[in-house]
């Protein structure tokens, strides 16, 4: 439709309309949600900070802890700490604005100590706003508190940000690191949550390769394993927007353009 009715430049202001999420989707690789100042909303739209080939090496870990029903959705928790929260104010006014210029810089550079350092530092405040929030609201379980334990001290066996997690408003945590890194860290979930009776469905999307721990790392990284507690790992990377298709095969409309 965008195409037909020559809107392809509009079309995260479009999304906007539906979402932050959707106007965020309209674009591949690296995207900035702009936060705009008309009162209407036109100009609260999303842009490209590099497409998707820029950064090769970098991976994403999605480790699924639940996929039930939020008790707080997104779109009303924010509502509440808009209301509620000084520390919402104060980051929205203060502290996002110059971490976002970092985090671009980081992303240019493909420094994945100082971006995976800012990732974190960001989930944790946003959750910190989730508590601030009045009353508070508890996105992440003690299955994400786990995750994080584990992350912080991963890298602190290796010596600098080997994986950083970030948290939005749910329990699930995307884990970023380097391609030469996902084997080892796969293999460390593993050892810390073992599959419940997934073992051969627990890790999709991507291939990954095996790894063999040290017993140092383990002794190290791996305190009480909790069965069953991540359901699964979705390995994948950044990748392109929506693509328009043109081959008559690909498309969900059969000749008589019915589905």
């Known amino acids: 439709l965008a195409r037909l009715y020559g809107l392809e430049e509009e079309l995260s202001e479009v999304a906007r309309r539906g979402?932050?999420?959707?106007?965020?989707?309209?674009f591949g690789g690296f995207?900035?949600?702009?936060?705009?100042?008309?009162?209407?909303?036109?100009?609260?739209?999303?842009?490209?900070?590099?497409?998707?080939?820029h950064w090769p090496e970098l991976r994403v870990l999605v480790l699924v802890v639940s996929g039930e029903k939020k008790p707080?959705?997104?779109?009303?928790g924010m509502q509440t700490s808009v209301e509620t929260s000084p520390l919402l104010k104060h980051r929205a006014e203060v502290v996002v604005p110059e971490r976002l210029a970092q985090m671009m810089q980081h992303i240019r550079e493909r420094d994945f100590e100082g971006f995976g350092q800012l990732a974190m530092r960001d989930s944790n405040q946003f959750h910190a706003t989730c508590l601030d929030t009045f009353p508070p609201i508890f996105y992440l379980t003690d299955v994400s508190r786990h995750i994080i334990a584990l992350a912080h001290r991963y890298n602190a066996h290796h010596g600098h940000t080997k994986v950083a997690y970030s948290f939005d408003a749910g329990?699930?945590?995307?884990?970023?690191?380097?391609?030469?890194?996902?084997?080892?860290f796969v293999e460390v979930v593993r050892h810390s949550f073992p599959p419940a009776t997934?073992?051969?469905?627990f890790v999709r999307g991507l291939p990954v390769g095996s790894a063999a721990?040290?017993?140092?790392?383990?002794?190290a990284v791996v305190t009480e394993p909790v069965p069953?507690?991540?359901?699964?790992?979705?390995?994948?990377?950044?990748?392109?927007?929506p693509q328009l298709v043109d081959d008559p095969s690909q498309h969900l409309l059969g000749v008589d353009g019915l589905p």
């Open 213 to 219: 721990l040290s017993q140092e790392l383990v002794a």
């Open 31 to 53: 995207v900035q949600w702009q936060r705009g100042e008309r009162p209407d909303g036109t100009d609260s739209l999303a842009l490209q900070v590099a497409p998707e080939t």
């Open 171 to 184: 329990p699930n945590a995307v884990i970023f690191a380097l391609a030469d890194t996902v084997a080892e």
């Open 198 to 201: 997934n073992g051969d469905q």
């Open 228 to 241: 069953g507690a991540v359901q699964y790992i979705l390995h994948t990377k950044p990748g392109p927007g």
């Open 72 to 76: 707080v959705g997104s779109t009303a």
């Open 19 to 26: 979402s932050g999420s959707a106007c965020r989707s309209m």
